[in-house]
């Protein structure tokens, strides 16, 4: 009986997991961080009709441009905060001039109905049309910010021994090397095309990649290349000869720098498998990221699946 095994890497580094982008996969290792973790706010930047739309508002134009000036003026730690993130007004503002611009059938109210919301990327709010728009775009803002005080100002993040920050930001080349360093590339890639939204957006990736967190784009595209075999099998499945859809394993990382998987990861794949072979679900679906221990290179999911094709 051939193994049908599915990959859904979580991402717990920065925020929620999202969904995998539903317009096609990712063009690059920023392209998936940004499509992952904030998906309406990168739709902006990739939509031609949405883009075009939001340069028509001078609200909006004038925001891209003070963004892009703070950024250019910053010379110390707490003035390359300042210019990163987003501030409350900024947020309200942005939202505001958003809700102005979004019409039935105009390239915003497009981009929601045929990509946002199919995406189930912010199936938790119960608005619509403007107001959920508004709501989106605030929970991508103030991720941002999120994960800009956690790589850029040491925040306490949600799992500190593993999401923390990788450097001291006391340290004399933390302020007067990277950051520095940092905010030259940020304003390098945003003086192409400076929107509202495109500093912090940036400031996000540049920081994820400094502190080694790009884990969101590992093993994409995951529908094209190791769940390609999978996915194919899906439509021809005969759902009537299982109990379950799919048996979901659930990560658990070692806690050892050199080991690549713990005994309870083992264990729970084994079980998987026993399950499979009683004809319990016609997929296994393995979970779990790069994870434990803090900067290990063994992704959780990945370990198991070449554990179960051993056995």
């Known amino acids: ?23 096609g996969f990712c063009a690059s290792v920023y392209q998936c961080v940004e499509s992952k973790n904030y998906y ?10 949405v883009d075009s739309l939001i340069a028509t508002n001078t609200i909006l134009r004038d925001m891209a441009d003070k963004k892009q000036n703070e950024l250019l003026k910053a010379g110390s730690v707490d003035e390359y905060l300042t210019a990163f993130k987003l501030s409350d007004e900024d947020i309200l503002k942005a939202g505001k001039a958003l809700t102005e611009l979004y019409r039935n059938g105009n390239a915003l109210e497009r981009m929601m109905t045929q990509l946002v919301m199919p995406s189930g990327h912010y ?11 508004r709501k989106i775009w605030e929970q991508d803002a103030r991720g941002m910010n ?14 500190p ?16 090397e990277i950051l520095p360093i940092c905010k030259q590339n940020i304003e390098m890639w945003n003086r192409a095309h400076p929107a509202f939204y ?28 190791v769940n390609q075999a999978s996915y194919a099998q899906i439509p021809l499945t005969n759902w009537k000869n299982y109990p379950y859809s799919a048996i979901l394993v659930l990560g658990a990382g070692p806690d050892e720098p050199n080991v690549n998987i713990n005994p309870i990861g083992k264990m729970r794949a084994a079980y998987a498998a ?3 072979r009683e004809h ?25 699946k070449k554990y179960l094709m051993e056995i």
């Not at 309406?40 to 009709?49: G, I, M, S």
């Not at 994960?147 to 040491?154: E, K, Q």
Request: charged share 20%; proline share 5%; net charge neutral.
């Open 1 to 23: 009986m051939r193994l049908f095994i599915i990959y859904c890497f979580t991402l717990i580094l920065t925020l929620p997991l999202r969904a995998q982008k539903s317009d």
């Open 40 to 49: 309406f706010t990168y739709l902006l930047q990739e939509k031609a009709d």
């Open 123 to 133: 199936l938790q709010y119960k608005e619509q049309g403007a107001a959920l728009m």
């Open 146 to 159: 999120y994960a800009i005080d956690v790589y850029a100002a040491a925040h306490k993040p949600n799992y």
């Open 161 to 176: 021994k593993i999401d923390s920050i990788g450097f001291n930001i006391r340290s004399s080349e933390f302020q007067k």
């Open 198 to 225: 495109s500093v912090s957006l940036k400031a996000v990736c540049t920081l994820l990649d400094l502190n080694d967190r790009l884990q969101a784009a590992d093993f994409e595209p995951l529908g094209g290349i």
């Open 274 to 276: 026993l399950l499979y």
């Open 280 to 304: 319990q679900a016609p997929f296994i679906i393995l979970s779990g990221g790069r994870v434990h221990p803090y900067h290990t290179p063994y992704n959780e999911a990945n370990e198991m």
